[in-house]
DNA sequence: ACCTGAACACCGTTCAAGT
DNA sequence: ACCTGAACACCGTTCAAGT
């Protein structure tokens, strides 16, 4: 006889629910599914949707959970390197790592407010790096924008569908073609470009604002 | 007395709608509202949400329609520029130019497969431009990867709610605060971040695969 | 404070009926 | 072929009732 514990009514002594709880179930769904339901995500906590209420402002409230989740994984420890230019490139490849861990969730979050205290520190950090290194202000987030659209596109790369392009029936673009065949794997393609383009972007960066000394 | 033509049932004489007109409608909506409904589609277009479906798969394919919409609007010309970076360049400016006049599309279109002819002809074309500049077709795709997750990400910018950081109470972090006090407005600010990157970016791979000849 | 169960408005989609 | 009107399943959200 196995005992099915009967939620009856009224507040149970202690809480079904709780923020991190909902947060973790949340991306299980999004990982497996692409995306989730506030149906679908009681089920999952068994409980009823209407108790989400209690804990998240409704499915908005969600989406910020995840987005905590996907901030608490980051890695600031990178920003500690003694050059500034790996010291960011660190950060961000660690930031795109988590990501990669979880594709499906970045078109849920590609449209927000940054309120992620992890995040916040971390790019505090960052300015006062470039600020160290001799870069103003003004351009200081400038430079982190654009890493930051870099990391943002290629992360959605990795969200991407498998066939990302298809050519249809009588368009010719033979040389397109043959380029998408000459092309590795999906995974491997995308790391590799993630890796190409922050190398490279950064490379530029130092060169530009922090010409290395000669020898 | 003005005269609403009432439509009691059946097909009209000259069919209400057609996919162009879909398009549009829906492109309006969302430069207005940031998204669409079926409903709201169907009430802007003076039809039933069920009229929709016989001229597009639904939800799914409205949403290809705004794609076509954005991809009809791209102009490949300067892919015929003589240099092939600055060809790259004056394309993909081109395509971010169409984001930018309708940022809350971008969005919606982040996850898909590509399939209009006008943006396959465009790469097919840039393919061709990059291997007379000598690059094999194995870095090809990776090169127009690493520019292009850059201009979604840059267009994702443009799709930023006005007041991107929100550095919340107790969270102190002064030089993230004065970098963004030193911020250009908005707009100004995503198109310099852009023009920027874009320009960085090419010359990079230019230097990289082509250094231009000593006088 | 925190859960349930019922209820509501709204959305996407299907389909028979009509020309 | 192309439109309407009715119908259905499902979702997000609210709220009174219960502890």
Partial sequence: MTQITQRRAGRPRKALLDRQRIGEAALELVDRYGDFTLPALARAL?????????HVDGRGGVIELLREQISDAMDPAPLDEERWDLALAGFFRSYRDVFAAHPRVVPLLTTATIRS?????AYDKMVIRLADAGIPAEQAMTILTVVENFVIG????LAAPE????????????????ALAAQPATAK?????????????????AEEFAPRDPE
């Fill in 46 to 54: 068994g409980v009823q949707p209407a108790s989400l209420y209690h």
């Fill in 117 to 121: 205290e992890r995040v916040i520190r």
């Fill in 154 to 157: 290629s992360a959605l790369d």
């Fill in 163 to 178: 066939v990302m392009w298809e050519i249809p029936e009588g368009v010719d673009a033979p040389a397109l073609a043959a």
């Fill in 189 to 205: 393609r995308a790391d590799e470009v993630f890796e190409q383009g922050l190398t490279r972007l950064l490379a530029m960066l």
